[in-house]
């Protein structure tokens, strides 16, 4: 079957179309038609070999960690998963026609709700979920967001406003009336965003940085300390300050309850996750040369055809 993968770490480039075999699910896992798969800034941090330290990849490596598509096979003890079913979810090679996921951890899909939003849909929910929960952000609070128009930033900002949490988000002045649009109040980044904050506020709560830009110091300063500043995006920084680090394997027993606080939302048509470029699989090396630009609203998602 058709997927993009590579076969040594490199810029976008060395991404390229292989045939791989389908593969077959085992106990507890189905196999999932790919119809669109979202594409993260940990794939090109894999791709590029940033984190082959510690999370060294076997070649040839097809990445993609989440999807949206059609059960085509399922294995023994595969839960109530049937061929046919539409489902979303962490998959383990989202970047090919055909896929497996782990079973407990798909929801299925409404119907209407686009390809294309379904599949970009998982792990900014399941981060989003996440991190508000460890930051333990509650009703009441001031809450400030960096990179508050992307991916993760837009659920986080949608989560926290719906449980009555107020929020400044951080984005380019491009992005603000979206923000306001969400029920954030925005702040330009870049220098001095900390005196831009204390317009509005003499400080937060807690702070969740998803734009990895180097704004923890003034993180901790607005928010008291480190105990409440979460960056999914400096680890570096993280380790300087005192300030918790949350990757994805943080949240294996999550993503059920991110995707499923994010299709509420939907249901009360108060979802907004835009999808700022959908492109064909084969095209997976310009969907990473964006990603890696950043100053994205939304995501970025694969669009799979045989």
Not at 17 to 46: F, Q
Not at 61 to 85: F, I, K, S
Not at 227 to 243: F, M
Not at 285 to 300: F, T, Y
């Amino acid at each position: 079957m058709f997927a993009m993968g590579f076969s040594a770490y490199g810029g976008p480039e060395v991404l390229r179309r292989l045939d791989v075999d389908v593969p077959e699910p085992a106990a507890g896992e189905v196999r999932i038609r790919v119809r669109c798969a979202g594409v993260n800034p940990l794939d090109w941090k894999l791709r590029s070999g940033r984190m082959a330290a510690f999370r060294p990849l076997t070649f040839p490596h097809v990445l993609g960690n989440e999807a949206a598509g059609v059960v085509e096979a399922a294995g023994p003890d595969a839960g109530p998963w049937r061929v046919g079913d539409e489902v979303l979810g962490p998959v383990t090679a989202g970047y090919a026609v055909r896929t497996l996921a782990r079973a407990d951890r798909l929801v299925a899909k409404p119907p209407g709700l686009p390809w294309e939003l379904a599949g970009g849909l998982p792990m900014a929910a399941e981060t989003a979920h996440r991190t508000l929960a460890a930051l333990r952000v509650a009703k009441d609070d001031t809450l400030l967001v960096h990179g508050a128009a992307g991916g993760v930033g837009s659920l986080a900002v949608q989560f926290a406003v719906s449980a009555g949490v107020r929020v400044i988000g951080t984005a380019s002045p491009a992005n603000h009336d979206y923000l306001r649009s969400l029920g954030a109040e925005p702040v330009a980044y870049g220098e001095g965003v900390d005196v831009r904050v204390r317009e509005l506020t003499p400080g937060v709560d807690a702070v969740l940085d998803a734009a990895g830009r180097g704004v923890l110091p003034e993180s901790v300063e607005l928010a008291g300390g480190p105990e409440r500043v979460l960056t999914i995006a400096d680890a570096a920084g993280a380790r300087a300050l005192g300030v918790r680090f949350s990757g994805a394997a943080d949240g294996e027993d999550q993503h059920v309850a991110g995707i499923e606080r994010a299709l509420a939302l939907y249901r009360d048509g108060r979802l907004h996750l835009p999808v700022w470029r959908a492109l064909p699989l084969a095209e997976a090396a310009d969907a990473h040369r964006a990603s890696e630009e950043g100053h994205l609203r939304g995501k970025i998602v694969l669009v799979a055809d045989d």
